[in-house]
């Protein structure tokens, strides 16, 4: 009974490597990505904490400012206090722009180092940090996104899809935009006693299989069967690196083992690869088009600012101005469509009407005012776009 807490309390410690350590492991790390042929990344809870979203193991002595993970809580922490501490979580996860170690992965991912990223984590940020959706593996789902039950069609939100507090519950209320569907939309969120989705875990498998380099970053790599996933790079003689503040089962397999934060290793990393790692920046892409099935009206949606073809639900509601005709019509919800009862085409006239387009304000983002000539509207033609691409000033707190 001892020796299992002590054993317990063991992989609960954190250790540190001096500077200079890092330093020498992060150029080794280096040598491993320049040499690889197909270099993947394995994600945990870890690589987020410098966002402000805790982890879930992380003791009351963590060097991490998140403070205790989830399941670390003081014994004395009441319902409430846990209800608080969630809630809070939420929100961060919410508001979190990508760290420095997403983004360098993002960087390593555009200059041909790094293949695919699989994750435990479902705070959607490396999505956001312009990760290519077809070279990530969430294995545990995403926060952002949701599913038809029916016909499996994905939509991406700017807001937690999860209503339930019931973990068995993955029904969101809303329904598929395909109207010759109409099913419901699912969470993707795997709880605790839920089975990863087969198919995620079989294309997990087969990357971390087809890996001759596997950096584990930001998790102990105890649970299963994600911890599977080391093994198949080992098993198929390929090397795995680890970084982690705490122990994990796989040390003695690493072929460098650094204990820090992830940011600083991936900073040290990617200097000596040459590779700059950009500013994460908010970038949405708004379209207006005639969509073929009802060409009698505009429509309106959104993209990822950094993945032009996947449609992202930023847009909470849209006002439409015109000011000429003293039209105002109030769009409260998707999909956004304005009948062309309410655009006035008079060819003599070719003054400018006003989509105030307004977004969910994780980050205290205001409205946007997308001006467009009327004349511009009337030319639209049946599947073409107009296309807006705005960024988001933090230090402003402002679209330019």
Request: hydrophobic fraction near 30%; charged fraction near 25%.
């Amino acid at each position: 009974m001892i020796s299992k807490f002590r054993k317990a309390q063991k992989t609960k410690l954190e250790k540190i490597d001096l500077s200079h350590e890092i330093e020498e492991k992060s150029k080794r790390l280096a040598d491993l990505i320049a040499n690889s042929k197909n270099f993947t990344c394995f994600t945990g809870a870890g690589l987020s904490t410098s966002t402000g979203i805790p982890d879930y193991r992380s003791t009351s002595q963590t060097i991490i400012k998140t403070g205790a993970g989830q399941y670390e809580l003081p014994p004395e922490t009441t319902d409430q206090q846990k209800i608080v501490f969630l809630n809070e979580t939420r929100r961060q996860v919410q508001a979190a722009k990508p760290s420095l170690s997403h983004m360098a992965l993002f960087a390593l991912m555009q200059n041909g180092y790094l293949k695919h990223v699989i994750s435990q984590n479902t705070d959607a940020l490396h999505l956001k940090s312009g990760i290519p959706y077809s070279n990530l593996t969430e294995l545990h789902g995403n926060t952002t996104i949701e599913y038809c039950k029916s016909c499996s069609k994905m939509y991406f939100r700017d807001f937690r899809c999860r209503v339930s507090e019931d973990p068995r519950n993955h029904i969101t209320g809303r329904k598929c935009e395909d109207t010759t569907c109409d099913g419901d939309l699912a969470d993707e969120i795997v709880h605790f006693g839920e089975s990863i989705p087969k198919d995620k875990l079989v294309e997990a498998l087969t990357v971390a299989q087809q890996s001759d380099l596997q950096l584990c970053m930001g998790t102990s790599l105890r649970v299963k069967p994600a911890n599977q996933i080391p093994i198949q790079t080992l098993k198929n003689k390929g090397s795995i690196a680890i970084v982690n503040l705490q122990y994990t089962p796989f040390d003695e397999h690493a072929h460098i083992r650094i204990h820090s934060l992830t940011d600083q290793v991936l900073v040290s990393a990617c200097s000596h690869l040459n590779i700059e790692i950009p500013e994460y920046s908010l970038k949405r892409r708004i379209h207006i088009t005639r969509p073929p099935l009802n060409e009698n009206s505009l429509s309106l949606y959104g993209t990822y600012g950094n993945h032009k073809n996947m449609k992202l639900s930023f847009m909470q509601r849209i006002e439409y101005f015109d000011s000429h005709k003293h039209i105002y019509l109030n769009l409260d919800k998707e999909p956004f469509h304005i009948p062309d009862d309410y655009l006035i085409m008079d060819s003599t006239i070719d003054d400018e009407v006003e989509f105030r387009i307004h977004f969910y304000g994780h980050n205290r983002e205001p409205y946007y005012s997308l001006l467009l000539p009327r004349s511009s509207l009337k030319e639209l033609k049946s599947q073409e776009h107009l296309v807006c691409d705005i960024t988001f000033d933090y230090n402003k707190l402002e679209w330019i």
